[in-house]
């Protein structure tokens, strides 16, 4: 499955990646345009729809050259929520500043405002549209996620009622990383959206860019634009069942191209939007993706979320939570299964305290959770020795031993190589000094 779309949509689909590089590089190599020609990528309709809380119908009236006023006219929700400040929110909407666009433009007419609610913080209006001229600008344009630019009133508001109606909500981290799927990148220095969760995966929970096709915004014989001198190449789309297909189809031809070479060309399809898709044949495929070398990275990242981060939560993980030892001849170790699925690991060799010197104590701290049957324990920082402080581990996986349980009982954990683990009373005591991180 592909989108391509928008203006020269028949010539957009037999143009190679190279003749595309070519077409920019003499473009941006001559002055017939206003302006460089740049590329960007839109939101489309149904991710503004699917990553709002609720969507405001208002009219905008210009009142001076600078100032206007805003009436909400109706407001769109999900069933079962209620909007007790949607007056409010509508009057604090500013309209886009002037110099983007042209200078006798004014911004009257009826507009889509999607409001997005945050856990601290007042609501926030992060998507729009015009609904008086849609194809204007690219940051207030309805263009559906199959690439389709909407200028009528009704098919708009038809596809954000359905998707209201009928989509799937997100989920917390999902929600907290909102931002972070518009921008289609992490921010340098920006924290994660969930305390611990790898920062690279922010970008593409819940919603990804798929490739896309439009000149419209650089289109000088447009009327209808203002000329943006911008092709976009991308559309953020909500990561729902619609493009699994499309997904696996193309990282599963990605890895049976013979030619490493041309494995090296961008992926037009993120690898890490696999995430969206939890489940074993979407771990088989990144287990096969990991064979490619320049994508290790992002495949261990997705990996470690899928086994560890991803929210579904098996029944028998309750049943885990409390301290449990592995005895051997050569050491005890300890495992303190805590909630939220966080984990402290204290390994001692044996004899203790005085082993031989190539014996090392050592305290880990990282995560666990039942997976698929298998009991899986991921080590994020270390602390070598009784004292000092944890190091974060620049590549998490300390701990690799990931059996599959074999029987459970209230005492005991028997794994099918035979390693069993003791249910045992004395949680790991670490000070809180020592549990911070350098």
């Known amino acids: 499955m592909k989108w391509w779309c928008g203006m020269g949509n028949q010539w957009g689909k037999q143009m190679s990646v190279a003749n595309k590089l070519v077409l920019i590089t003499v473009v941006l190599s001559c002055s017939v345009a206003s302006a460089d020609l740049y590329t960007g990528h839109v939101a489309s309709l149904e991710w503004k729809t699917h990553s709002a809380d609720s969507v405001l119908l208002v009219t905008v009236e210009s009142t001076s050259p600078d100032e206007t006023t805003t009436k909400l006219v109706d407001v ?18 500013k309209r886009p500043i002037r110099y983007v666009y042209q200078h006798d433009w004014k911004p009257d007419g ?18 729009t549209v015009f609904l008086h001229a849609p194809r204007l600008g690219s940051s207030f344009c309805a ?10 009133r009704k098919r708009i508001l038809n596809v954000v009622k359905n998707r209201l109606a009928n989509g799937r909500r997100m989920t917390a981290a999902q929600r907290s990383a909102r931002r972070m799927v518009d921008k289609g990148r992490l921010p340098v220095g920006h924290p994660s959206p969930s305390s611990g969760m790898p920062e690279d995966i922010a970008p593409w929970l819940g919603g990804f860019q798929i490739p896309a096709d439009i000149w419209i915004w650089d289109d000088l014989n447009d ?37 490493e070479e041309k494995r090296r060309v961008t992926p037009g399809y993120p690898l890490l939007a696999l995430i969206n898709y939890p489940g074993e044949p979407t771990e088989r495929l990144l287990e096969r993706i990991q064979t490619v070398h320049h994508l290790e990275f992002d495949v261990r990242s997705a990996l470690q979320y899928l086994r560890f981060y991803e929210p579904e939560v098996d029944p028998q993980d309750r049943r885990l939570m409390g301290s449990w030892v592995l005895n051997s001849a050569r050491q005890q170790v300890q495992y303190d299964l805590l909630d939220h699925h966080e984990l402290i690991v204290h390994r001692r060799p ?69 390693v069993k683990l003791k249910r045992v009373d004395e949680p790991i005591e670490i000070s809180k000094d020592q549990m911070s991180e350098r």
């Open 76 to 93: 769109f929700t999900r069933d079962g929520s209620e909007v007790s400040d949607a007056d409010s929110i509508a009057k604090s909407w």
């Open 110 to 127: 009826e507009w889509l405002l999607f409001v997005r609610r945050w856990n601290t913080g007042e609501p926030t209006i992060d998507h």
């Open 143 to 152: 263009v559906t996620a199959k690439g389709e630019i909407l200028e009528d």
């Open 223 to 259: 009327e209808r634009s203002f000329n943006e001198s911008l092709w976009v190449d991308g559309i953020t789309v909500p990561a729902d069942k619609t493009y699994r297909k499309a997904l696996f189809d193309y990282w599963i031809n990605f890895i049976g191209e013979p030619d």
């Open 350 to 418: 044996v004899p203790f305290p005085n082993p031989s010197k190539h014996e090392r104590e050592w305290i880990a701290k990282g995560r666990w959770n039942l997976h698929h049957g298998r009991l899986r324990f991921l080590g994020t920082s270390l602390r070598v020795g009784s004292s000092g402080r944890f190091r974060k581990q620049s590549s998490p996986g300390l701990l690799y031993y990931h059996p599959r349980i074999k029987h459970l009982s209230k005492d005991t954990i028997t794994f099918d190589d035979g």
